[in-house]
């Protein structure tokens, strides 16, 4: 089974900071475009950032742009998903996947749809809670 691991979720309050990370089981990122996707409770799945094979072309849902940065260091085989200036409506379960030979454009396209494109990624993480609170 090919599996993503995501990490570094917990409890914050809000204005405060979390570093998510996301690393792979049993293959290689290099040439996957990585996902980043939330889950609040009652709520529809969606798309929180995209970043390129490259990572050249990062794309981020309106709601986070400006707070949150996705980065991707292929060397050490892991995404990263820095989350600045969180808010309680951040508060949800975040699962980061991987797109298999992503178009060039990819990133772009999927991130015009709140949902991300999720049916489009070929691998997930279980996800990590993020709860952001007083």
């Known amino acids: 089974q090919l599996q993503l691991v995501e990490s570094g979720g917990g409890l914050v309050q809000p204005g405060g900071s979390l570093r998510l990370s996301c690393a792979p089981s049993?293959?290689?990122?290099?040439?996957?475009?990585i996902g980043w996707f939330r889950q609040a409770p009652g709520k529809e799945r969606e798309g929180v950032s995209c970043?390129?094979?490259?990572?050249?072309?990062?794309k981020y849902a309106d709601s986070v742009k400006g707070r949150f940065t996705l980065s991707r260091d292929n060397a050490k085989n892991t995404v990263y998903l820095q989350m600045n200036s969180l808010k309680p409506e951040d508060t949800a379960v975040y699962y980061c996947?991987?797109?298999?030979?992503?178009?060039?454009?990819?990133?772009?396209?999927?991130?015009?749809?709140?949902?991300?494109?999720?049916?489009?990624?070929?691998?997930w993480g279980r996800g990590t809670q993020v709860t952001v609170s007083s």
């Open positions: 996947a991987a797109h298999r030979n992503p178009f060039p454009d990819f990133c772009q396209i999927v991130q015009k749809s709140v949902n991300g494109f999720l049916w489009w990624y070929d691998y």
């Open positions: 970043i390129s094979s490259s990572g050249k072309s990062t």
């Open positions: 049993g293959f290689k990122l290099d040439y996957y475009a």
